[in-house]
């Protein structure tokens, strides 16, 4: 058998160069089975690639989902729809996939008193766009609209705000907790101008719209980022008992049930 002229270490050192670690790390292996097994070369030549590419767009989603900040645990497979029967699984289905809405910047806003799963499904929803190949962003709606004011005293909000046109959606968590008084929030009025009709956003608040003047510096702000936001939107109100409460009250029942012998001073016996 011929010596192949390239050897490994020349082959190491220009795939390095090329910047293409998987060829690097399986080609000895592909190209011994090819010798073997007598693959064309062109055969050879592609199995590599599509090694290269797979491990690059693995890698590609692993940045997405590390850059949204999303919750890991808060995704679909772990959200129960049957808790939500005003929500239809349908609609977020569709959501979830993207295309559409995403394409046109339009809005999703999620409405509901604590503890009924707005967080989650949103979140829900960014993790299956992420797997669809889009950029994502879920923030704390009071902790970006300080990032921006910031941005704002520095003379960099333009700045600010383009950096971050690269999420095709942000995730804005509970946006009803933000408060005129703690920060100077026409940022959020100026984020929300900047991605009308382009880049999407989804929204979370306790309170419907009537309490958002307390976000906004004043009622025409208000008006009018809500204009933008119901323009292209779709509004979810999860008007159920709190997921939290309910999980509450659930494991006290069956703590009780478990426990059913309980002494006059309130300290619990185990029943055998
Ligand atoms: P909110 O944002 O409305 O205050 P969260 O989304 O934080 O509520 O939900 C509170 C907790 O209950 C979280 O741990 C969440 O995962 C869970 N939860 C709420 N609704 C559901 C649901 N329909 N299915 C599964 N878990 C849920
Ligand atoms: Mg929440």
Redo the contacts with the bound molecule.
């Keep these: 058998m011929n010596a192949s002229p390239y050897d490994a270490g020349s082959m190491g050192l220009m795939l390095n160069e090329l910047r293409l670690p998987t060829i690097g790390k399986l080609w000895l292996d592909f190209a011994q089975r090819s010798d073997k097994e007598g693959w064309q070369a062109s055969q050879l030549l592609g199995v590599l690639f599509e090694h290269e590419l797979a491990e690059r767009a693995k890698r590609r989603l692993e940045r997405h989902r590390v850059e949204s900040r999303l919750d890991p645990t808060?995704t679909l497979a772990?959200?129960?729809?049957g808790?939500?029967p005003m929500v239809s699984k349908a609609h977020v289905m569709a959501l979830a996939s993207g295309d559409a809405w995403l394409e046109k910047g339009a809005t999703v806003l999620i409405f509901?008193p604590?503890?009924?799963?707005?967080?989650?499904?949103g979140a829900a929803i960014g993790h299956a766009l992420i797997d669809t190949g889009y950029r994502v962003l879920c923030t704390r709606t009071s902790e970006l609209v300080q990032k921006l004011q910031a941005a704002r005293k520095a003379l960099q909000l333009p700045a600010a705000l383009a950096k971050l046109d690269r999420f095709d959606l942000i995730i804005l968590d509970d946006l009803s907790y933000v408060r005129k008084d703690q920060a100077e929030t026409s940022v959020l009025f100026e984020l929300i101008s900047e991605r009308y009709e382009r880049k999407s956003l989804l929204i979370?608040a306790n309170q419907p719209f009537s309490g958002w003047n307390n976000v906004f510096p004043d009622p025409g702000m208000t008006v009018a980022a809500i204009d933008r936001l119901v323009h292209h939107s779709t509004i979810f109100e999860?008007n159920v008992e709190s997921?939290?409460r309910r999980?509450a009250s659930d494991n006290k029942k069956d703590r009780q049930r478990q426990l059913p012998n309980q002494d006059s001073d309130g300290a619990t016996t185990i029943a055998d």
């Design positions: 808060k772990t959200f129960d729809f808790l939500v509901g604590p503890g009924t799963g707005k967080s989650h499904l979370t999860l997921y939290r999980n």
